[in-house]
């Protein structure tokens, strides 16, 4: 059954670590992360995109599936479905199609209306049983066509969104989605402190986690950081192992041209990045 990320997150920010949320894009990819948490005995957070979604036929066809791989594979470990930067109506479709945590990204919004938005979704979501988080300062990169140039939040507003009632809360520290540029500044750990220093025990949560080097990642799970978000990774090693076996004329040879023989090295190109997230995050063993 599919659980609120609340709990998870509470216990891996009070014992220093940090849960992954790995997005999905099919079948694969889902099967891959899961299958993955539940051999490493970790917790797991599953992201959709609002892209993702579409791709995926629908909110529905994602809860349908993700039922039925948790009966089917037997996972016990405890596994969220979450709506990635959802905007206010894809986090409505997303409760209905029974997600068990949303995202609602209000960072590009003014303040106020953050504020009013993310208080609506507190007062379903609560009632749902479900976890919510909220995002303050966009994130920079570009995700499904949104373009932010990764700015540093204001913790009073941090502190101010944190205070409505949110589960944990996504907070720009100059991180930004894909591949990170050369002339990248590296984490804002100053802002990071400031935001931690006003929101007290809420989970924080790091996104655009492809590329952060695994120094900065332990220094942020030090400062309060309990989720980290990864998507482009899993990305990179299934398309590089995917061209291998072409390359290499493997689909050319016998049934290669099979789906299930020709997608079966970039499925275990996602696991082995997934075993190396949740080894740095600190996850492994937590499930337990
Ligand atoms: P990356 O694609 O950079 O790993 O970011 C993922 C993310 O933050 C999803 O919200």
């Known amino acids: 059954m599919l659980v609120s990320a ?29 299958l993955t948490a539940e051999e490493l005995k970790s917790p797991v957070i599953l992201g959709v995109s609002e892209g993702a979604g579409k791709y995926m036929c629908g909110y529905k066809t994602v809860v349908g ?9 037997k996972i016990t470990v405890p596994v969220a479905l979450h709506l990635d930067h959802g905007s206010y109506e894809g986090c409505l479709k997303c409760i209905e199609a029974g997600f068990s945590s949303i995202m609602f990204d209000g960072s590009h919004y003014p303040i106020e209306e953050n504020v009013a938005k993310t208080t609506e979704l507190v007062k379903i979501v609560k009632e749902k049983g479900m976890s919510l988080e909220a995002e303050v300062g966009a994130i920079g990169g570009e995700e499904d066509g949104v373009v932010g140039k990764g700015e540093c939040a204001d913790p009073n507003e941090c502190k101010a969104i944190a205070d409505l009632g949110v589960d944990m809360l996504a907070a720009g520290i100059g991180n930004i989605h894909g591949k990170y540029p050369d002339n990248w500044e590296g984490l804002s750990f100053e802002t990071l402190d400031a935001v931690q220093q006003l929101t007290g025990e809420m989970p924080l949560v790091l ?53 299930r023989k020709l997608l079966a090295p970039g499925f275990e190109a996602i696991k082995e990045t997934v075993k190396e997230k949740m080894e740095l995050f600190g996850s492994v063993g937590k499930a337990e």
């Not at 997150?9 to 992954?20: M, P, R, S």
């Not at 599936?65 to 594979?73: A, C, K």
């Not at 590329?211 to 482009?232: C, R």
């Open 207 to 259: 996104h655009g986690g492809t590329g952060i080097p695994d120094d900065m990642i332990q220094k942020a799970i030090s400062l309060g950081v309990a989720k980290i978000n990864v998507n482009t990774e899993c990305q990179l090693s299934f398309a590089a192992a995917t061209r291998k076996y072409i390359e290499e004329g493997k689909d050319e040879k016998g049934k290669g041209y099979d789906p």
């Open 6 to 34: 609340k709990e998870m997150l509470q216990k891996a920010k009070a014992g220093h670590y940090a849960v992954g949320q790995f997005n999905i894009n099919n079948l694969e990819w889902t099967k891959a992360i899961l």
């Open 65 to 73: 599936m993700v039922n039925g791989m948790l009966e089917e594979l």
